[in-house]
């Protein structure tokens, strides 16, 4: 059964960095879309950052600009998100998800295969 286990999550000040992995035993990430996606106590899931196939990325709004970024290494099918200068307001359950054919666009109902790693931004 297809199962993704999302980690790197935790407790980190205002201003701090964390590094998330995804990956997912026995099911090979790099032909597909990848994405991260989090949800907040109370709040929908949304979309954080995605790589394509072909490795472009997709955004999901301004939120992560400047401050996250995630890339693929194949050799250890896994995908990062790295998260730097983070706020409160990224305290969230964070998700991978997948795709075959593109990333989600915005809004579109994505299924969740992992039980998500915890980022909480406090002082």
């Known amino acids: 059964q297809l199962q993704f286990v999302e980690s790197g999550g935790g407790l980190v000040q205002p201003g701090g960095s964390l590094k998330l992995s995804c990956t997912a035993p026995g099911f090979n990430l790099d032909p597909y879309a990848i994405g991260w996606f989090r949800q907040a106590p109370g709040k929908e899931l949304m979309g954080v950052l995605c790589?394509?196939?072909?490795?472009?990325?997709?955004h999901y709004g301004d939120s992560a600009k400047g401050r996250f970024t995630i890339d693929r290494e194949n050799a250890k099918n896994t995908v990062y998100l790295q998260m730097t200068s983070l706020k409160p307001e990224d305290t969230a359950t964070y998700y991978c998800?997948?795709?075959?054919?593109?990333?989600?666009?915005?809004?579109?109902?994505?299924?969740?295969w992992g039980q998500g790693t915890q980022v909480t931004v406090s002082s």
């Open positions: 790589i394509e196939r072909d490795n472009q990325i997709t």
């Open positions: 998800i997948w795709d075959e054919i593109r990333c989600p666009a915005p809004g579109h109902k994505v299924a969740l």
